[in-house]
């Protein structure tokens, strides 16, 4: 099965930059994996040439109106994106987005056709008291209802950006618990910290459809690197 290998370039990046990095990443050979790139939004209508799908970082709960500041659903899909990532602990902490804004974002975003890869994942101080999977659960609730397939992004905020990488074991416990609450195909990429070094192991070894990779995609010959490691 092709894996999903995902690029969230956060706020960095310019016009000149992403034109770069698209030259850059095209002339690596991408594999048959499905290539995504969550650009900011003012760059949300650059092409990947084909080779690579967009994607938005975020959306509003708004349909439309006044609601300055905010992007909605159907200006991301005029720009023909295929994605959009909700729910990251980024927007999650400096936006408050609660667990409610993130579903009725992801009801949004089927109904324009746009799919979502919705951003779940413990902090260090929930891990260590031993809540991981409570609050996972937590996060889970208001897609237990969902009957088509799911995209989820296992992040645990503590090892986005700082080069920690939880055990096999313990990405592979959260991903059986993330399953056990589904009977439909659910898709779950890992991220935090994928790096070229260690993409080969996550990616061949454990039970995940792919990555989310902050950092290391800025650089594309190692994003691509990280894209041919399956
Ligand atoms: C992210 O922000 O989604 C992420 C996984 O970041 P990093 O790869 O830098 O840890």
Redesign the pocket.
Same mark, same amino acid.
């Given at each position: 099965m092709p894996k999903l290998i995902a690029a969230?370039f956060?706020m960095n990046g310019s016009f000149s930059f992403i034109e770069e990095w698209f030259n850059a990443f095209n002339k690596e050979d991408a594999s048959s994996n499905e290539v995504i790139v969550a650009l900011p939004a003012p760059y949300l209508g650059m092409s990947g040439n084909g080779n690579v799908k967009i994607s938005a970082q975020n959306v509003s709960t708004k349909e439309s109106g006044a609601y300055t500041s905010q992007i909605s659903v159907s200006m991301i899909a005029d720009n023909n994106v295929s994605y959009c990532?909700i729910g990251? =602990?980024?927007a999650r902490e400096y936006l408050n987005e609660s667990n409610e804004d993130i579903k009725a974002k992801y009801d949004l975003l089927i109904e324009n056709k746009v799919k979502p890869i919705v951003?779940i994942g413990e902090s260090l101080e929930t891990r260590e008291s031993n809540e991981t999977f409570d609050f996972i659960t937590k996060q889970l609730e208001h897609f237990k209802n969902i009957e088509d397939e799911i995209t989820f992004?296992y992040?645990p905020i503590w090892?986005?950006?700082?080069g920690l990488v939880p055990s096999d074991d313990d990405i592979e416990q959260v991903v059986k618990h993330i399953r056990s609450h589904f009977s439909q195909t659910v898709k779950i990429l890992y991220?935090? =910290?994928?790096?070229g070094e260690n993409a080969s192991n996550l990616l061949n070894n454990l039970d995940i459809d792919g990555v989310?990779?902050?950092?290391?995609?800025l650089n594309p010959q190692e994003f691509a690197k990280i894209a041919q490691s399956c």
């Open positions: 969230n956060k990532i990251h =602990s980024e951003c992004a992040e090892a986005i950006g700082t991220g935090g =910290s994928v790096k989310l990779v902050g950092g290391a995609s």
